[in-house]
């Protein structure tokens, strides 16, 4: 995920490191948003108390930028994993600006580059360049003197006039959504006390919350975690993430499967953006959702599992590999070709059950039947696979 404030002022000053800047704007925002909401937070407790309208506004703000963030500006706009309706659109234009994280066309143009360069030295946020880099300094500095956002990764999202209204009116958004809005809604329920506990906690505060939650994928989800689909890139699956950032935290599944719109794909694996997602589409408001088929997510992971146990046995160079390895590569050709021919069939036996062809129904059920066995056949195989490569049995091909 990606973040650059720029707030469409760029007064740098040179650093250490030659043509290296540090951009100014970006650095005081975000060395003093936690100052102030720290020290608002207490003179406002001090000052006038805390009441039930503070808490409920910083909820309520962190969940819609938050949101805005993981579903709008993620998943919907830079990976195109669904399409939704203009109003749900217009919300993620309003409440993404208010998170304080740049321009979705920005964002996105950032995060696009990320998948394509993961962890190379043309990945604005590598996570090889450390930790810190890739949570906070990469924001705070601008490389070769200047920061560029390339609009060549985003022609697609141009395209769409909500999205270009707000990066030409980006800064009264954000500052208007994400500061003002909260204060002015605080100060109708409460008066002056609502107001500033609407400024601080739904504003600052939230803000701060806000944008170390999409800062540790950049950072912590590309170092700490298990890898089940590759080792590919640093990207990792981490539920504590997922727990502290809408479900982005199951990032290995993520940079695997891109274009899904789901980061974790088991029924239980915590990902509110999911929920949202699907339960918007219920009601007709998003639609087109991808997902990525269970047979390849198992494939994936199983390809990802012999791999990792192949690397511990070459450690033995009296044993050659080859023949083993020719076995899982057809065992995974097999269970490619029989499980999309699965899918065909079930998308037939469907459609059999709509137009009620009693006769054709049944030999769907007959062959779904047959190819089942032999997918649980080859899942057999692929068990006596990691078996024999574990135990150092012989590597028949």
């Not at 601008?142 to 769409?160: F, I, P, T």
């Not at 809604?185 to 006390?193: D, F, K, N, Q």
């Not at 070709?337 to 037939?348: F, G, N, P, T």
Request: proline residues 3%; hydrophobic residues 40%.
């Amino acid at each position: 995920m990606g973040t650059a404030l720029n707030y469409g002022v760029c007064h740098n000053t040179m650093s250490d490191n030659g043509s290296d800047k540090i951009n100014v704007v970006n650095t005081l925002f975000l060395v003093l948003t936690p100052i102030a909401s720290i020290l608002g937070l207490w003179w406002h407790a001090t000052a006038y108390g805390v009441t039930w309208v503070e808490p409920v506004l910083f909820v309520i703000w962190y969940f819609a930028c938050g949101l805005s963030i993981t579903v709008g500006y993620h998943r919907l706009f830079s990976h195109r994993s669904h399409e939704a309706s203009w109003p749900l659109r217009l919300f993620y234009a309003l409440f993404g600006a208010g998170a304080f994280e740049n321009s979705a066309l920005n964002w996105c143009a950032d995060h696009r580059l990320h998948h394509r360069h993961t962890d190379t030295p043309e990945d604005p946020y590598s996570a090889s360049r450390g930790f810190w880099w890739s949570h906070i300094l990469w924001v705070m500095i601008d490389e070769g003197g200047e920061r560029v956002h390339d609009l060549s990764q985003v022609k697609d999202l141009q395209q769409d006039p909500i999205l270009r209204f707000q990066h030409r009116f980006y800064l009264v958004i954000a500052v208007g959504v994400g500061m003002f809005l909260p204060a002015l809604i605080g100060g109708l329920i409460a008066g002056v006390p609502g107001a500033v506990g609407g400024f601080v906690w739904a504003g600052l505060a939230r803000t701060v919350f806000t944008h170390h939650g999409t800062f540790l994928i950049n950072s912590a989800a590309h170092i700490w975690g298990t890898q089940p689909y590759g080792d590919a890139n640093s990207s990792k699956d981490s539920p504590i993430l997922a727990f502290l950032t809408f479900g982005e935290g199951y990032h290995n599944f993520h940079h695997t499967f891109q274009s899904d719109y789901r980061n974790g794909h088991r029924w239980y694996h915590f990902d509110p953006s999911k929920w949202w997602i699907k339960a918007f589409s219920l009601i007709g408001l998003k639609q087109g959702l991808k997902s990525t088929p269970d047979w390849h997510i198992e494939d994936k992971r199983r390809q990802a599992s012999f791999e990792s146990a192949a690397i511990a046995a070459g450690t033995d160079e009296t044993r050659d590999l080859t023949g083993i390895q020719e076995r899982m590569k057809n065992a995974r050709s097999n269970f490619k070709r029989q499980s999309r021919a699965l899918d065909k069939l079930l998308v037939e036996r469907h459609g059999a059950r709509k137009e009620r062809q009693a006769a054709r129904r049944q030999e769907l059920e007959d062959a779904i039947a047959k190819l089942s066995d032999d997918i649980a056949a080859i899942r057999t195989e692929f068990a006596q696979i990691m078996n024999d490569l574990t135990l150092g049995k012989p590597m028949m091909a």
